[in-house]
């Protein structure tokens, strides 16, 4: 079972970190992402860490201003949102998988959502 949370209401240029808590002693032993749904847009790739933690990649438009990191021992992967822009605003879902990639077919288990709004 995975949790998100840390979702809220900002403004453009603040920043926010997301956490998504895993259960269960194997979540070490699996890649997480995070991607996010706007209104009236499909779900996109964010970012994803390995169970490592060793290899990260990014979406372009995150690129930079985005950071994923874990910490195995509490079972957690963060999401560090820096210079959040207006079109940061969605929903934003961790997933996990046992095979470490950015598409989203790769992913079997889901968190339920945090909600990210960044006023202009």
């Known amino acids: 079972q995975l949790q998100a949370s840390g979702g809220g209401l900002v403004q453009a240029g603040d920043s926010l970190r997301l956490s998504c808590a895993g259960s269960g002693r194997t979540f070490s032993s699996y890649a997480v992402a995070w991607f996010r749904q706007a209104p009236g847009k499909e779900r996109e790739f964010v970012a994803t860490i390995s169970w490592s933690g060793h290899n990260t990649a990014y979406a372009d438009d995150v690129k930079g201003r985005f950071a994923i990191s874990r910490d195995n021992a509490k079972n957690t992967v963060y999401l560090q949102m820096n210079s959040l822009k207006p079109e940061d605003t969605a929903v934003y879902y961790c997933?996990?998988?046992?095979?470490?990639?950015?598409?989203?077919?790769?992913?079997?288990?889901w968190g339920q959502g945090t909600q990210v709004t960044v006023s202009s």
């Open positions: 997933a996990a998988t046992n095979v470490y990639g950015r598409e989203e077919y790769r992913y079997n288990y």
